[in-house]
């Protein structure tokens, strides 16, 4: 069974540009979050999908943003960029059945803002 | 919000010692603790999770309690091996049919040594 994959794995922007980054959740998931990874602030919880319903926002700023289509992939969307979103972006998977789901991560994308 | 205290944050221990990891949240709904590894450059894997219906839990080396009354949960890794390297984090989650929100420690670098 495959994990969760992400993609780009690796990407370097200008500070001002916009990013787009991908998830695809483990095969029956239906549950899609996104977390930022900084040595500074650690993980943080950036939002949730469930059948293309964003249901919970962590508290970061407007200018992140994400979707999520019919078969349950994800996508997270940062612009106008600033140094300071450099960061490790997580994705995660969980098939959301009922109480205490377990929840898988991918490998994530590096972002370096230049 | 839920707030959750890991200690310690860096933790050295001599190959085929135990390792013990401790972690401390401050809402009482919150119903699951996963412990996640992450390994440089890697995203967080899954070792071992615990719900609230239940005190203990063991996988091989791996064991984590979870004491609801005082709010804490420990994560005890027995007979250590140097592959046991890397950085540790606990998370806790009101997870119920939507909640699918980690909130995560601050890690623990576990090194063990030959």
């Known amino acids: 069974k495959a994990g969760v994959t992400q993609t780009p794995r690796y990407l370097i922007k200008t500070r001002g540009q916009q990013v787009t980054l991908s998830c695809s959740p483990i095969?029956?998931?239906?549950?899609v979050s996104w977390y930022q990874q900084t040595p500074g602030q650690g993980l943080q919880f950036l939002f949730e999908?469930?059948?293309?319903?964003?249901?919970n926002k962590g508290n970061f700023p407007g200018r992140f943003s994400g979707r999520q289509f019919s078969n349950s992939r994800s996508e997270m969307n940062v612009s106008t960029l600033e140094l300071g979103d450099s960061a490790l972006y997580l994705c995660a998977s969980s098939s959301d059945r009922g109480i205490g789901n377990t929840i898988y991560f991918g490998e994530g994308s590096w972002l370096t803002v230049v | 919000g839920e707030n959750v205290e890991q200690h310690p944050s860096t933790l050295s221990v001599q190959e085929g010692d135990s390792a013990v990891i401790k972690c401390t949240y401050s809402?009482?709904?919150?119903?699951?603790f996963p412990w996640y590894k992450q390994e440089l450059g890697k995203g967080p894997q899954l070792i071992i999770d615990i719900r609230s219906n239940v005190g203990e839990k063991k996988d091989q080396r791996i064991a984590v309690t979870l004491n609801k009354t005082a709010k804490h949960f420990s994560l005890h890794i027995t007979e250590t091996q140097p592959e046991d390297s890397a950085v540790y984090f606990c998370a806790a989650s009101t997870s119920n049919f939507g909640n699918e929100k980690l909130t995560f420690g601050t890690g623990t670098r576990l090194t063990i040594i030959p």
């Open positions: 809402d009482s709904a919150s119903n699951y």
């Open positions: 095969s029956g998931h239906r549950s």
């Open positions: 999908y469930f059948s293309e319903t964003q249901r």
